[in-house]
């Protein structure tokens, strides 16, 4: 009726897991944007609460198993509010899933969640499928909605979906699929879309960087689909103030690479690049396509090229196999080389991979002395890196006030990532959140930076 307001239903989405989780959470609320949904903060005043889950590890399917059980609570007996679990869990366990969890009322896979407006719109008309699956070959189009929920300065750009390595340890190709590239052309659509919205900070992921276009490119060879013309093409995007690429496998570091990098002072002098291990016999072990040289070389080719790069790594301790010497080993190169930053799990064996197959497995009890002693070394180092930027003045993107007081604000220098990495604590001076200002570093900690905001 003419002059009466529509009450528009409202959703609350948890996402879990890595920031490619999250871009897809974000195509959810996009898609559903459209269809009258708007976000609420508060679960218990949702019609439908998404959990847009993670299965990576063990703990990330405990996480997501406990947030769904939570949120079932808050959904209680409401008949007219719908408790929805999407992403990798249900794509990964399917039937059974469905099976344990019956507090949820639909199953969503990782090649289905574009469709959630049109999956609940049949729900409220009274159709009762619980489960929706399909080969996870979505890819995001020019078209694709999405509701960016994070601050509005920094957002997550997702170039590509699955995965062409199949290391042993990683059950993503099952979850995920093959790799599949978004065209050049799209990623920089997006990208301004995102940059005259106020982002500031494009941060690019995918499962590997390095590999981006492959798939196109073995298909013509002729497309303009590789790593180097999408980060040309990205730099140029004006506004787009820093670039920051996650997820660099070290196979895929190039001279041309890191030349690019040094030339287009917008893109962040950060690698991220999951090195695994050190051990020829545990790369090997692992299915990793590169020896310890090798992985040395490349590193020893940022050091040169980029001497002020920060370069962050990960690793797995306790992997099948692992011996005392693999660890030593791997020790030994972690004080040698001198990471900015470093990662370790400790191996979680992943049904349907090699490792998940093989003998040896090692107890739990080695694996968490491995993981202590691993980042009890690196704890040091780090603390002696940061000790670099005391009396420099560097870039710094404010973020906020800091998470333990609101007398001080916090931001990020290029070395640091959102969610993973530490922050730079401002003790002196004003600025407001999306501000890129100089600070003088005046103390360091292991994993934050402080100092005072200076004018230029």
């Avoid at 405990?62 to 959904?75: C, D, G």
């Avoid at 995920?176 to 990208?191: K, M, P």
Wanted: proline share 4%; charged share 30%.
């Amino acid at each position: 009726m003419e002059g009466v307001e529509v009450l528009k239903k409202k959703v609350h989405m948890i996402s879990l897991g890595c920031p490619k989780n999250l871009v897809d959470a974000e195509i959810m609320l996009g898609t559903l944007a459209k269809d009258e949904y708007e976000v609420t903060d508060d679960p218990s005043a949702a019609d439908a609460i998404i959990v847009n889950t993670c299965s990576f590890i063990e703990d990330s399917r405990k996480e997501s198993v406990q947030t769904i059980l939570e949120m079932a609570q808050v959904k209680g007996d409401d008949k007219n509010k719908k408790l929805i679990v999407s992403g990798c869990l249900p794509q990964r366990y399917k039937d059974e899933l469905v099976e344990s969890l019956p507090e949820a009322d639909i199953f969503i896979g990782s090649g289905e969640f574009q469709n959630i407006a049109q999956i609940l719109k049949d729900h409220r008309e009274g159709k009762t499928e619980q489960k929706f699956y399909h080969l996870p070959t979505f890819l995001q189009q020019k078209e694709t909605p999405r509701l960016i929920s994070g601050p509005k300065h920094r957002a997550y750009l997702k170039i590509s979906e699955g995965c062409k390595k199949r290391c042993a340890f990683c059950a993503i190709p099952k979850i995920r699929g093959n790799l599949q590239s978004r065209t050049v052309d799209g990623v920089i659509s997006e990208a301004k879309l995102l940059v005259a919205s106020g982002v500031k900070e494009l941060i690019v992921v995918s499962h590997d960087f390095t590999d981006y276009g492959w798939d196109i490119r073995r298909k013509d060879p002729t497309a303009p689909e590789t790593n180097i013309e999408l980060l040309k093409k990205l730099s140029e995007v004006d506004g787009a103030e820093w670039i920051r690429i996650m997820y660099m496998y070290p196979d895929g570091i190039t001279p041309e690479l890191l030349q690019l990098m040094k030339d287009r002072p917008n893109i962040l002098p950060y690698f991220d690049m999951p090195l695994q291990h050190i051990s020829d016999g545990m790369l090997k072990a692992m299915n990793r396509k590169m020896t310890k040289a090798e992985i040395v070389e490349r590193l020893n080719w940022i050091r040169k090229e980029m001497p002020d790069a920060v370069i962050r790594t990960q690793f797995i301790v306790g992997f099948p196999g692992e011996t005392e010497e693999d660890f030593q080993e791997l020790k030994e190169f972690v004080r040698d080389f001198s990471f900015d930053r470093v990662g370790c799990f400790k191996y979680s064996p992943e049904e349907s991979t090699a490792g998940g197959r093989m003998q040896n497995q090692i107890d739990e009890e080695t694996k968490q002395r491995r993981h202590d002693e691993l980042m009890e070394i690196q704890q040091d180092i780090s603390y002696q890196m940061h000790r670099r930027f005391v009396g420099r003045t560097i870039q710094v993107l404010v973020e906020g006030y800091s998470e333990e007081t609101d007398l001080l604000l916090q931001g990020r220098m290029s070395g640091q990532a959102p969610e993973i990495d530490g922050v730079v604590l401002i003790n002196e001076g004003e600025a407001e959140v999306g501000d890129l200002v100089s600070v003088l570093i005046t103390d360091s900690h292991a994993y934050d930076l402080v100092g005072t905001i200076v004018k230029n």
